[in-house]
């Protein structure tokens, strides 16, 4: 059968069908493969971004808790900065009330000492007064009672370093 132009129906079919052929064999042998590999290899770096997330994450959520950490860690810190300082107080507190003891006692002592003295000087002159006087009144003598004093006096010195 023969069309005018020269067209033959038949090649055309049969070029149609190589065109069909050769579409569904590149399809089977090339576009399914390809695209499978893409789809994997889509899959992958899907999963490779899910875990570097999770990780991220996981990282984001660690920094939270040494964060959380590091400040409790300064809040005890504080804290114990606090107590040392506050016993550091009392323990000078303590150390000033007993210094205060300490001087207020010694401060008694040194006045009952300073009365004990006094009064026994006080009694030692009245007891020199009275033995002159007794020396004084014991010897008649010519001498001026002052005079006789003074020499009673030079003597009680004599025998006293000796």
Same mark, same amino acid.
């Given at each position: 059968?023969? &069309?005018?132009?020269?067209?033959?129906?038949?090649? &055309?079919?049969?070029?149609?069908?190589?065109?069909? &052929?050769?579409?569904?064999?590149?399809?089977?042998?090339?576009?399914?493969?390809?695209?499978?590999?893409?789809?994997?290899?889509?899959?992958?770096?899907?999963?490779?971004?899910?875990?570097?997330?999770?990780?991220?994450?996981?990282?984001?959520?660690?920094?939270?808790?040494?964060?959380?950490?590091?400040?409790?860690?300064?809040?005890?810190?504080? *804290?114990?900065?606090?107590?040392?300082?506050?016993?550091?107080?009392?323990?000078?507190?303590? *150390?000033?009330?007993?210094?205060?003891? &300490?001087?207020?006692?010694?401060?008694?002592?040194?006045?009952?000492?300073?009365?004990?003295?006094?009064?026994?000087?006080?009694?030692?002159?009245?007891?020199?007064?009275?033995?002159?006087?007794?020396?004084?009144?014991?010897?008649?003598?010519?001498?001026?009672?002052?005079? *006789?004093?003074?020499?009673?006096?030079?003597?009680?010195?004599?025998?006293?370093?000796?």
């Amino acid at each position: 059968m023969n &069309i005018p132009l020269n067209v033959d129906w038949q090649q &055309i079919l049969l070029h149609w069908m190589n065109l069909v &052929i050769l579409t569904g064999g590149l399809y089977f042998l090339l576009y399914k493969p390809v695209k499978q590999f893409m789809t994997k290899r889509e899959e992958y770096y899907r999963e490779l971004n899910d875990q570097a997330a999770g990780k991220l994450q996981e990282a984001e959520r660690l920094k939270a808790e040494y964060q959380a950490r590091l400040d409790g860690a300064e809040e005890e810190i504080h *804290q114990a900065r606090a107590k040392a300082q506050q016993a550091v107080q009392q323990s000078v507190e303590e *150390q000033m009330a007993t210094a205060r003891q &300490i001087v207020a006692r010694a401060q008694a002592e040194a006045e009952h000492s300073r009365e004990r003295v006094l009064k026994e000087s006080q009694r030692e002159l009245r007891e020199l007064a009275a033995a002159a006087v007794k020396k004084l009144t014991a010897q008649p003598g010519s001498m001026d009672p002052f005079d *006789q004093f003074l020499n009673l006096a030079e003597e009680g010195e004599s025998h006293e370093k000796q």
